[in-house]
Structure formats: structure tokens, C-alpha cells
């Protein structure tokens, strides 16, 4: 049973508008969460994480936003560059026991310019 | 140069041929993970081992098998390669303690035919 879902397989946005990614999760123990980015024929790099104390972090352009009491987190690119255009997975881990990260399925995103 | 390699890149097998992939790592992290990626599944976690002397099942570990021959390397091995075991490979590291963020290596295409 998927415990992190990315329900939207592909998102396209015009370069310079906001992208925004979705990500929702069932297990009520995950209290950290990432974003990665993956290109072709790359593993996936690190690229934002929020703790369960916090509603928002931001990076720069990056901007992940988290309701846990809806279990859901998004991403938000703004503005959106042709140089975003990557799969995206979203993550999760919970602070006891094995501290595992669980996946999503990936949203891929093309920035259109 | 990158601080988690795997070798190969890209292999080709026959069914019930037993082959191995390597990940080495220069971050001096503790923990290392095994991932396959097969389309529309996400990153699922095979074994991970969070020192020389600790190895644990991941939520797919039947067909595999792994050996971490020092801090740096971690080994994954098929004993018995079967078609359903095409897929992309990923090695990952992460740092003992704190919020999980991990590292990957570039991925192993593998293709059992």
C-alpha cells in the first residue's frame, strides 16, 4: 500500500509562472518530509525538506508547504525555469525506529518557454 | 567527482544468471540504501545497512541479497536474475542521527532478458 501518493503523473507550466506539486501521505508517524529532483539518467538530488514543526520552508525559488492535518504537502517553483523540468518525488520518514524514507510516485514537469 | 559512484552504469543479463552491482561512496556517511525504480512505482527500498555490521530487509527484498564490505561499499547481488528484476537501481547514503536526507549514486539500468 502506497504510503506517500503523487496523484498527478505530469504538470506543465509556462516559463515564469508558478509551479505547484502535490504530494499526500497516509502514515500519521512520518514528521519529515523532502523533495527530490530527478533528470534523466541521474539519481535523484535533494532538493527541499520541511519538519513536521513547520508549516512552510523556503529555498530561494522553492517553497514546500505542509497541513498535517490534511497529510498533504506541496511544492511551489516560482517563477518556473525551462531548467525545472525534471521528475519530482516527494518523500517521507518517520523520526523513530528504522527512519526510512518512503516515495512517491514522481510528478514530471516540463517548463514550457 | 561524485561522492556516491555505481558500477555499471547500464547491464544486460540472462535469466538465471547471478550479477552484482556496486555502489562506493566518499561522504564518510554511516548508512547506505539499495532503491529500484520501475515506471509508476517510485523509489522502493531493498536492503539498507546502517553500518559494516548491520544489514536490514528493505519492503522488497526477496531475489536479492547485499554484502557491505567496509563503510564506503555496499554490494547488491542477484543470485538468480529473473525478467521482473528490469529495472533502475539506485544506491543512497545518509549521515547516523537527525532528520533522514539521503544521497544518491547516478543508477544502474538493468535489463534481465
Known amino acids: 500500500d502506497q504510503q506517500v501518493k503523487q496523484n498527478s503523473p505530469s504538470l506543465s507550466v509556462q516559463e515564469g509562472r508558478i509551479s505547484i506539486l502535490n504530494c499526500d501521505y497516509t502514515n500519521s508517524m512520518f514528521d519529515y518530509f523532502l523533495w527530490y529532483k530527478k533528470y534523466p539518467a541521474e539519481g535523484p538530488t535533494f532538493l527541499i525538506s520541511?519538519?513536521?514543526?513547520?508549516d512552510k520552508n523556503e529555498d530561494g525559488r522553492f517553497t514546500v508547504f505542509l497541513n498535517k492535518s490534511a497529510k498533504h504537502l506541496s511544492l511551489h517553483i516560482v517563477p518556473s525555469q525551462p531548467g525545472d523540468s525534471a521528475v519530482y518525488f516527494c518523500?517521507?520518514?518517520?523520526?523513530?525506529?528504522?527512519?526510512?524514507?518512503?516515495f512517491g510516485t514522481g510528478t514530471r514537469l516540463t517548463v514550457i518557454p | 567527482d561524485a561522492d556516491v559512484t555505481q558500477t555499471p552504469r547500464n547491464r544486460i543479463t540472462k535469466t538465471g544468471k547471478r550479477i552484482m552491482l556496486e555502489c562506493s561512496q566518499t561522504k564518510g556517511h554511516d548508512r547506505m540504501y539499495w532503491y529500484r525504480q520501475d515506471p509508476g512505482l517510485g523509489l522502493r527500498l531493498i536492503y539498507y545497512s546502517f553500518d559494516v555490521k548491520d544489514i536490514n530487509k528493505g519492503e522488497i527484498s526477496d531475489g536479492y541479497s547485499v554484502s557491505r564490505q567496509a563503510q564506503a561499499k555496499f554490494s547488491l547481488s542477484l543470485e538468480s536474475a529473473i525478467p521482473n528484476q528490469t529495472a533502475l537501481y539506485f544506491c543512497a547514503t545518509s549521515v547516523a542521527g537527525g532528520p533522514e536526507t539521503q544521497y544518491f549514486g547516478p543508477g544502474t539500468r538493468l535489463l534481465v532478458l
Open positions: 520541511i519538519s513536521s514543526i513547520k
Open positions: 518523500a517521507a520518514s518517520a523520526q523513530t525506529g528504522a527512519n526510512n524514507l518512503f
